[in-house]
């Protein structure tokens, strides 16, 4: 049984104001309830082939703890589920996954809902 890559290093770490800009400028977005990955194609450097930044919102959370949960949350399930992801993509893609809810999702349910949201993402960008 081969060892899938699922770490979750310092390199794929989305921080760039740059590429978060651009992102919210002229990236394209996919939605499956209650999340939603805004992502761009870059050009990089480090060959690393997904930069990735997670966010929940200040308006549905107003506790920082609770924040920082879901935040944990998000980049758990991306960082066992990046294999789907890094699997159909031709070219290094920057992502931002935003948590948009005041529901209190399990684990689980964020889980289900992250490999239905980049199952989308396949099929909406790379289905032949």
Do not use: C
Not at 11 to 24: N, P
Not at 38 to 46: F, G, Q, R, T, W
């Amino acid at each position: 049984m081969e060892q899938k890559n699922i770490k979750y290093p310092k390199t794929e770490k989305l921080k760039s104001k740059i590429i978060i800009g651009q992102m919210f400028n002229s990236g394209k977005s996919v939605s499956k309830y209650p999340l939603r990955m805004v992502y761009l194609p870059v050009s990089n450097k480090e060959n690393v082939p997904l930069k990735t930044g997670v966010s929940v919102s200040k308006r549905y959370f107003k506790r920082a703890v609770d924040r920082n949960y879901f935040k944990r949350l998000l980049r758990e399930s991306y960082r066992i589920n990046k294999h789907l992801l890094i699997d159909t993509i031709s070219e290094p893609h920057a992502i931002m996954i935003f948590y948009q809810t005041k529901d209190r999702l399990s684990f689980v349910e964020i889980n289900d809902k992250m490999v239905e949201l980049f199952k989308k993402f396949a099929v909406e960008n790379y289905s032949l």
